[in-house]
């Protein structure tokens, strides 16, 4: 069973920053071999993507995030990590962790997701 485990949310203030981090178990090693992508879902709206890197380490991003973002992943830890900086209110959301074989903007396409993790931007 794979298991895909977000932490670091929370609430923040309007130009802060956060790191996120989502951590992979299981006997199926997915952060080393699948495309890790990020999602958000603020109250009453749809699923959108945020951001994605690809094994080889390639990355990805939304233009609501382009500039202000950093991914990593540490393929001998199974973790990869989102940071955004100067947040601003309409960041605020349920941050989803997911895996998917190829790197794509489509929810639909991820095969394996986390539980979420909260984040709150204040003005």
């Known amino acids: 069973q794979v298991q895909l485990v977000e932490s670091g949310g929370g609430l923040v203030q309007a130009g802060g920053s956060l790191r996120l981090s989502c951590a992979q178990s299981g006997h199926i090693f997915l952060i080393d071999t699948y495309c890790m992508g990020w999602f958000r879902q603020a109250p009453g709206k749809e699923r959108e993507f945020v951001a994605a890197i690809s094994f080889q380490g390639a990355t990805e991003s939304a233009a609501s995030v382009k500039g202000r973002l950093a991914m990593s992943r540490d393929n001998a830890k199974s973790t990869v990590s989102l940071q955004v900086d100067n947040l601003k209110p309409e960041d605020t959301g349920v941050y989803y962790c997911?895996?998917?074989?190829?790197?794509?903007?489509?929810?639909?396409?991820?095969?394996?997701w986390g539980q979420g993790t909260q984040v709150t931007v204040s003005s």
């Open positions: 997911a895996a998917s074989r190829d790197c794509t903007r489509a929810a639909v396409n991820y095969e394996y």
